[in-house]
């Protein structure tokens, strides 16, 4: 059976449990919205899978068995911190919003949001390399609370790339990349270096300090200018005449009516039936899920009378709960 189907089964068999409690999650990005720009723009490069009725996820095609997001292409370093310079025609959007995810069934797929960031990843570093992996639809963002987890999270070694210092700010090629059974020695020994945080009204990528890579990588890294424009253009690089640098990444940011504009979003009338059902709290076994519905009730202002669980949490309290019993 195909797993991303079994998990939104999960949805229509919603748990509904009365008089269940749990800490308010803080604001987050806007999960669930409609996908009509995306599609237009990602159709020609990938295909889009309905997982549920009347919501989807978006997968590329003619990729290698081995490739993971985030890893053809380059860092540069912004006034939005470390921005993720693609060499792939769908990096533009699947890169700067939304979120990946590995299906055991489809592969990697990406689930869109209406929130642009230079990147979204989390990271690690140790003296030698630094690596980087895909955030999964489980983390969450907020001007209050920065970068947050709906449930436990550990991405797993198929999501990281990790280079050498030498190799961090330059294009990115397979080969550059640490072998599985050394990735996943690092992702055991590397530091955690993520950090997100919001200043002017624009989201930087900290990841990590821009001091650490010029040191171990013994170079020096200038800041490159990230300049929005009108024209719908994607993002393109544009260098210095001698080509010996690059000046500024022009970019493309549709605004949130181009995103939403005549799109039912689905986020939202999912919550309408489970307020309808009477529910106190909806439990299910799919991320993407997971965060269309705690970005829907917090839309319709019911995240304190209705909670949204990931079905592992409830399996977890309700084992435990029987061992202390």
Avoid at 62 to 77: A, D, E, K, N, T
Avoid at 79 to 104: A, C, K, L, Q, V
Avoid at 122 to 134: C, F, H, L, S, T
Avoid at 136 to 147: D, E, H, K, W
Wanted: charged share 25%.
């Amino acid at each position: 059976m195909k797993r991303i189907l079994f998990l939104f089964s999960m949805v229509s068999i919603m748990m509904l449990v009365q008089k269940t409690s749990a800490a308010p999650n803080p604001n987050h990005i806007d999960i669930g919205v409609g996908i009509g720009f995306f599609n237009s723009s990602l159709s020609s490069h990938g295909e889009w899978i309905e997982v549920e009725s009347g919501f989807r996820v978006w997968r590329p095609v003619h990729i290698q068995s081995y490739w993971r997001p985030y890893l053809l292409g380059r860092w540069v370093w912004t006034d939005y911190g470390w921005y993720w310079m693609s060499n792939e025609p769908f990096g533009w959007i699947t890169y700067h919003y939304g979120r990946w995810y590995n299906d055991d069934y489809y592969g990697w797929v990406w689930m869109p949001d209406d929130v642009w960031g230079p990147a979204w990843v989390e990271w690690r570093y140790d003296n030698d390399y630094i690596g980087w992996a895909p955030l999964p639809p489980y983390a969450t963002f907020s001007v209050s609370f920065g970068l947050r987890y709906t449930t436990h999270w550990s991405a797993p070694v198929h999501y990281w790339n990790f280079v050498r210092y030498r190799h961090f700010g330059n294009t990115i090629h397979y080969r550059d990349i640490a072998s599985v059974d050394h990735t996943r020695r690092l992702i055991r020994t590397a530091r955690t270096g993520s950090r997100y945080e919001v200043n002017n009204n624009r989201i930087i990528n900290r990841g990590v300090d821009i001091s650490v890579i010029e040191r171990h990588g013994n170079k020096r890294i200038s800041r490159v200018e990230v300049r929005e424009m009108q024209k719908q253009s994607g993002e393109r690089m544009i260098r210095s005449k001698d080509n010996r640098r690059a000046e500024r990444i022009e970019i493309y940011r549709p605004t949130r009516d181009e995103l939403q504009n005549g799109i039912e979003r689905i986020n939202t009338r999912r919550v309408d039936e489970i307020i309808k059902a009477g529910a106190d709290c909806v439990a299910t076994a799919c991320p993407y899920c997971l965060s269309m519905f705690e970005d829907g009730l917090k839309t319709q202002g019911a995240e304190d009378k209705i909670k949204a669980f990931d079905l592992a949490e409830l399996i977890l309290q309700s084992i435990e709960g029987s061992k202390e019993g």
